[in-house]
């Protein structure tokens, strides 16, 4: 499978944006598919994921600001921004975590939020 993500750019702080990550092909079980990102001089971090038993679970700067969610009919995995802040400002990236086989990344996506 390949990931194919789409929809970052630069807002101004308070605004929302919309990511999507396309699958090449529909995946039937994973550990965890979502979005983790990574700002400059950081080490790569999960930013939402929907586990393989469906649960959303998200990190807790995002919480409540962040939604993610399952096409299935578009097999794509969003991830709707809301209230962006500075601070959201990173490459976000999409992956599957497989139950079996190596992890799965797409290429980034930058988001900037200008304060």
């Known amino acids: 499978v390949q990931l194919q993500a789409s929809g970052g750019g630069t807002v101004q702080a308070g605004g929302s944006l919309r990511l999507s990550c396309a699958l090449s092909?529909?995946?039937?079980?994973?550990?965890?598919v979502g979005w983790w990102r990574q700002a400059p001089g950081t080490q790569r971090e999960q930013v939402a994921i929907?586990?393989?038993?469906?649960?959303?679970i998200y990190k807790d700067p995002v919480k409540g600001r962040f939604t993610i969610s399952r096409d299935i009919a578009k097999n794509t995995i969003d991830l709707q921004m809301n209230s962006l802040k500075p601070e959201d400002t990173a490459i976000y990236y999409c992956?599957?975590?497989?139950?079996?086989?190596?992890?799965?990344w797409g290429q980034g996506t930058q988001v900037t939020v200008s304060s």
């Open positions: 929907i586990t393989g038993d469906d649960r959303r």
């Open positions: 992956a599957l975590l497989p139950r079996t086989g190596s992890d799965v």
């Open positions: 092909r529909s995946v039937d079980s994973w550990n965890a």
